[in-house]
Nanobody, 125 residues
Framework: QVQLVESGGGLLQAGGSLRLSCAAS????????MGWFRQAPGKEREFVAA????????YYADSVKGRFTISRDNAKNTVYLQMNILKPEDTAVYYC??????????????????WGQGTQVTVSS
């Protein structure tokens, strides 16, 4: 059973920083595009960031560009999301996702076959 396990969520004040981690249970994910999505209460799941297997190509939603950084350590089968200058509107459940094979699309949920259970991030004003 393929597993993606997120960690690092929490409660913090606006302006703070947090780093999320996503550990994959299988080494083959080191060759796949990985992404982060988030879902706030009453809203649809939205794209946050994605990274290709080499780590050379990264993509961000406009709302987080310049504040969030996605990275990966393929030796550890782990992808990270460093979140800085957090805002109350960043409050959501954050999900890690992995593609089963390469796709040109990276910013929509149906492009990902595997999902973690999510980790809550709450930013107070």
């Amino acid at each position: 059973q393929v597993q993606l396990v997120e960690s690092g969520g929490g409660l913090l004040q606006a302006g703070g920083s947090l780093r999320l981690s996503c550990a994959a249970s299988e080494r083959r994910f080191s060759r796949n595009t990985m992404g982060w999505f988030r879902q706030a209460p009453g809203k649809e799941r939205e794209f946050v960031a994605a990274i290709r297997w080499s780590g050379d190509s990264t993509y961000y939603a406009d709302s987080v560009k310049g504040r969030f950084t996605i990275s990966r350590d393929n030796a550890k089968n782990t992808v990270y999301l460093q979140m800085n200058i957090l805002k109350p509107e960043d409050t959501a459940v954050y999900y890690c996702a992995a593609q089963a094979y390469y796709k040109s699309s990276y910013n929509n949920a149906p492009a990902y076959e595997y999902w973690g259970q999510g980790t809550q991030v709450t930013v107070s004003s």
